[in-house]
Structures are given as structure tokens and as C-alpha cells.
């Protein structure tokens, strides 16, 4: 069982990574889904925190290999996996609801983006400030941004493909995660 477990592991770090470098490739920096964090989440609610880490560690190295390593590389990283952790936790191979994996996904998402806007603002700014940068940056152009209320739109698009995937992994049945 532990073969299956790592496999699907390796699957879903590939698949996040992938689907990353392909939206970066059309689209760009611009944010509007994160598939790191998705997949990490699947990982995590479906194999545990041990594999939801390890997802969503491997999914943000491995792609920033290829779009650019940085210092927020340890930043998105650590708290992807993270997610990871906390969503294996809270679900531990249990079947949820696709209304409770979007909604605990949605907010699993916000704290990670308002972590990683905080901590990377933190060396720039005072703490109170590099909060507050950090959250306004989620619904407005701040330091240097562009586009507005990015934030719900990317956490939203991205708790919406987590509860499908959820929801259509555990419909396969038959022992796929379980053990």
C-alpha cells in the first residue's frame, strides 16, 4: 500500500508542477490558479500530512527549478507543504463533502497567501505593515501589482478544482487511497 500511496504522491507533485509551467507558459506570472497548493491539498485530505508535505514541498522546488528559484522558494514552499500537513490532518483519508473540501481549501488558501505576502514583506517593513500590505495586496494593486481582488479569484478557482478532484478521486473506489 505504500507503493500506491508514493506513486500517487509522485503523480500529483508531476501533475501540480505540469499544470504550472503550462499556465506560466500562456499566461505568465499572473495569478489566478494555484495547481501547487490544489494538488497539495488532494494529497494531504487522500494519502495524510506525511504525503500532503512532501507534495506540496516537491511541487513548488521542482517548478521554481524551472520558473525561477528565489528566496520565495523556501517561503512557498515550507508553507505549501504545510497545507499539506494541516489538510491531512483535518481530513486523515476520511470522504468529505465537496462543500466542506471547498470551503476548508478556500481558507487553507487565504492563510497561505496572506503568510506568504507577509513573510516576504517582513524583511522590506515593519511586521504590522507588511501584514497589512499583505492583505490589502489579495483585493488591491499594492507594490508594484496590477490587478485587483486576485486573491479570492485565485483561492476560489483553486478550492473549486481541489473539491472536484477530491470528490472524483474518492469516487473511484476500491481501496485507490485507503490502507
Known amino acids: 500500500m505504500k507503493t500506491r500511496k508514493l506513486a500517487l504522491a509522485a503523480n500529483f507533485a508531476a501533475s501540480a508542477v505540469a499544470l504550472r509551467f503550462v499556465k ?3 499566461v505568465g506570472p499572473i495569478q489566478f ?3 501547487p497548493c490544489a494538488f497539495t491539498v488532494v494529497a494531504g485530505s487522500l494519502l495524510g500530512p506525511v504525503y500532503g508535505f512532501v507534495v ?5 522546488i521542482v517548478s521554481d527549478i524551472f520558473l525561477g528559484l528565489g528566496v520565495w522558494t523556501i517561503v512557498t514552499s ?3 507543504g504545510l497545507i499539506g500537513v494541516i489538510s491531512g490532518l ?4 476520511r470522504k468529505a463533502s465537496n462543500v466542506e473540501v471547498l470551503v476548508m481549501s478556500y481558507t487553507l488558501y487565504l492563510m497561505y497567501d496572506i503568510l506568504t505576502s507577509f513573510l516576504l514583506y517582513l524583511p522590506l517593513m515593519p ?5 497589512t500590505i499583505g492583505v490589502l495586496g489579495l483585493f488591491l494593486p499594492v507594490m508594484g501589482g496590477y490587478l485587483y481582488a486576485v486573491g479570492p479569484i485565485t483561492e476560489f478557482s483553486s478550492a473549486f478544482i481541489t473539491s472536484i478532484l477530491v470528490a472524483k478521486i474518492n469516487g473511484l473506489g476500491g481501496g485507490v487511497v485507503e490502507g
Open 90 to 93: 483535518i481530513w486523515n483519508g
Open 24 to 26: 506560466h507558459s500562456i
Open 33 to 35: 490558479i494555484n495547481f
Open 127 to 131: 511586521p504590522l505593515e507588511a501584514f
Open 56 to 60: 506540496g514541498v516537491l511541487s513548488f
Open 78 to 80: 515550507s508553507l505549501c
